[in-house]
């Protein structure tokens, strides 16, 4: 298993401002996953992060609007560029171990007024 | 393209009953299935894998089945608590070749288990 620490849990921000998003994981993993799950729907892939590369965005996902950073094989961050209120989501980290058994970090809850 | 669909989208119980929540997909090849647990505005819990070559995986009151050719899954809870209440997500893992990996999530079954 993996344990993956996310953060900030939650955050209230400002529309046109940038957060960005933490995750640490106890292991080292060569692939990353961003998901994103606006409110009562379910989870849409972002981006699959790999250490030493760029990012592989999902349609729809763009680099400018959700900058990732994979500096190595246990930390990556996701960034929420340029916010608007249709950016309030539920923002989730994600990786795989040997078995393809996928584990998730707590979320970040982002609240864009 | 995979999409997997959950039944019921809601549910409330008294504590004791069991449970029975559904999970179809539309594509047999898959590589696993998922079950999660997600409380409201938090992360993803694992609770169970049942690898494409397996039935069924238990823990503790919980029990998934998985018959890939038909393309569903249940998981089954066994004298449900007020603690259960929960969103649970089913997800399968692609085995094609062009979505190899790929994770499919349904929308989740909301469970209420009131005392």
């Known amino acids: 298993s993996a344990v993956i620490s996310q953060k900030p849990s939650r955050d209230i921000c400002q529309r046109g401002t940038s957060l960005t998003i933490q995750c640490q994981v106890d292991s080292q993993v060569t692939m990353m996953f961003w998901y994103r799950q606006q409110p009562g729907q379910s989870l849409t892939l972002i981006a699959t992060a790999n250490q030493g590369s760029e990012a592989t965005y999902e349609s729809g996902f763009v680099i400018d609007k959700f900058p990732i950073s994979r500096p190595n094989l246990t930390f990556s961050t996701l960034t929420v560029s340029n916010m608007s209120p249709e950016d309030s989501s539920i923002y989730l980290c994600s990786v795989v171990d040997g078995t393809f058994e996928a584990f998730f970090g707590q979320g970040t809850r982002l609240t864009v007024v | 393209k995979q999409e997997v669909t959950q039944i019921p989208a809601a549910l409330s119980v008294p504590e004791g009953e069991n449970l029975v929540l559904n999970c179809s997909f539309t594509?047999?090849?898959?590589?696993?299935l998922q079950w999660f647990r997600q409380d409201p505005g938090k992360g993803l819990t694992s609770l169970l894998l049942?690898?494409?070559?397996?039935r069924e995986q238990t823990s503790g009151r919980l029990n998934a089945s998985l018959d890939k050719s038909s393309g569903r899954s249940t998981l089954y809870i066994a004298a449900s608590q007020p603690g259960d209440s929960a969103t649970y997500l089913c997800a399968v893992r692609s085995d094609r070749g062009s979505t190899l990996g790929r994770l499919y999530f349904g929308r989740g079954t909301q469970l209420t288990v009131w005392p």
């Open positions: 049942i690898q494409s070559s397996q």
């Open positions: 594509d047999s090849a898959i590589y696993n």
